[in-house]
């Protein structure tokens, strides 16, 4: 009797718990630069969830003629995610996600809940700043020049500008099924 060949797959080590670890760290990193470039009031969670969700994906924001667009892929984003074809769908997901994260960042007092004029804010505590401080990865650098694009854009937009940008740069996923 013949030996059937059976293929081997290798086991990925990968679980929900290391994606919450990476928002968490993207998150931190978020804040870090609002507070550098004292944008405080994007602190709010709505704001920190839209912000985030752009500067993970800036090619919904940014055309290919544009310097931010070529100095993103200089520094390793790529237009060729998954994510682009359905831009609307995981932003949706995405927030009810960061509640998640939002929770497991104030229960390791990395994050702080203050309240001014109605507003709840969340700033990073001294141990989420000396977390900040130590990221070296690469990606993280990146994430981080493109939140400032992304804050550059919107800090003397007035809240209709925002929602409208928010509605056109969701709007171009539809772009990215056409490729």
Known sequence: MKKMATKKYKKLNFSVYDDLIFSAARILNLIDQIEILNLNQFLRFDDLHYID??????????????KEYLELIYYGFSENLLEYANSRHIFSNQREKQKIVFALLISKDLIDIKFKKRLVLYPLTGLGIKIVNQFKNDYYKAYKLSAKYILNIIKKASQREIFEYKERWLDKSSQFLIH
């Open 53 to 66: 969700f752009f500067a993970s994906h800036p090619f919904l924001v940014f055309e290919s003629n544009q």
